[in-house]
């Protein structure tokens, strides 16, 4: 008798731990159901909240070519177009990467001064920026930026760029950029003094992230701010987030800005941010096409602005990357989600 009632209670006992068991494989089951229903309508039915900010100062990602002199009059025509068409104020033409000792590999002072001259020309009133990468050991390269003589060098290759090649400034793409590095201060700062105030700074930026986690892969608020104070504009690089749902990108993009534009708006409401949206269709690790892409990022920078924490008068627009990867089908879709408010 003993034993029959020592073989009962176990078996009492092991009822609610498979009771339990089966309602989370339920709850599991549910969650992916839902999941990948979300996964797969939130395409079709997510609009745009917010109204078009397109003031016309929008910004877009040249090829290395057009320094290079690799085009045609009839492809400059046709790139001329197109900043027309997406209202764009601010081109970044790659000059491509520097160094380990912060030199340009590449030096094309004829061309870009050809290039320079005929643009300004045609469109008077768009900003040309010489897009530099620098890549350091965290990212795609081996510049230390610690190093004073390395800043110095970047610093004279941005004097190079701006007064004998013509670009109206310069784009600093330091990646990776971790937040808090007083090197990039430095950098801006040396590059300021340098160049005057006739001649614009632009940041390829990070993603603002909260303070708390903040570092390698994000900035912070108060670092946003002090770069704003150095700089005339930050373009945040929204794209590479490693979020895989499209409700997750846009909500991604709709924070990015809020809380950017009311970082640079608190520290220097005179630096202007817009925000980098994707157009290429690489899959990697970092960047799901079917989530982060052209469409989600338009509708969550509109709702973003739309929002009564974000402010508004700081954002210029978006920038397009790049005009490379960006076909005539999202071209529409930029035109039809991003229409001129301002004529």
């Not at 990602?61 to 290079?68: D, G, K, P, V």
């Not at 590999?105 to 020309?121: D, I, N, P, W």
């Not at 990357?321 to 071209?331: C, E, I, L, M």
Request: proline share 5%.
């Amino acid at each position: 008798m003993p034993t029959t009632k020592k073989k009962s209670q176990k078996k009492s006992k092991r009822k609610p731990i498979i009771r339990w068991f089966g309602w989370i494989c339920l709850f599991l089951l549910l969650f992916l159901v839902g999941f990948f229903l979300d996964y797969l309508l939130f395409p079709r039915y997510i609009y745009p909240t917010g109204p078009s900010r397109n003031i016309g100062e929008n910004g877009l990602w040249l090829n290395w070519r057009w320094y290079f002199g690799r085009y045609s009059p009839a492809d400059e025509t046709a790139m001329e177009q197109r900043l027309r068409m997406a209202g764009v104020r601010s081109a970044y033409f790659h000059v491509l990467s520097v160094d380990d000792e912060g030199l340009l590999k590449y030096h094309h002072a004829e061309t870009a001064r050809t290039l320079t001259k005929s643009v300004h020309r045609s469109l008077p009133h768009t900003t040309l920026y010489a897009w530099v990468y620098v890549g350091n050991r965290d990212g795609r390269g081996s510049v230390d930026l610690s190093d004073p003589s390395t800043r110095a060098n970047l610093v004279k290759e941005a004097v190079w760029l701006t007064k004998t090649c013509g670009f109206d400034g310069v784009q600093w793409d330091y990646e990776i950029c971790p937040s808090n590095d007083v090197s990039f201060l430095e950098l801006l700062r040396s590059t300021r003094a340098a160049i005057g105030t006739k001649k614009k700074i632009s940041v390829a930026s990070a993603l603002r992230l909260p303070s708390a986690v903040a570092g390698r892969w994000g900035w912070s608020d108060a670092y946003f701010g002090q770069v704003s104070r150095l700089c005339n504009q930050i373009c945040v690089m929204g794209y590479d987030s490693c979020m895989v749902t499209p409700r997750t990108y846009v909500a991604l993009m709709r924070s990015e800005t809020i809380w950017v534009t009311g970082d640079v708006d608190r520290a220097n409401p005179k630096c202007r941010v817009l925000i980098g949206i994707p157009s290429y269709g690489d899959r990697t690790a970092a960047h799901n096409p079917y989530a982060e892409n052209l469409r989600f990022a338009l509708i969550g920078v509109r709702d973003g602005a739309a929002s009564h924490k974000a402010r508004p008068q700081v954002l210029d627009g978006v920038a397009v990357f790049a005009d490379y990867t960006t076909d005539y089908g999202q071209w529409l879709t930029y035109q039809g989600l991003w229409p001129r408010t301002v004529t």
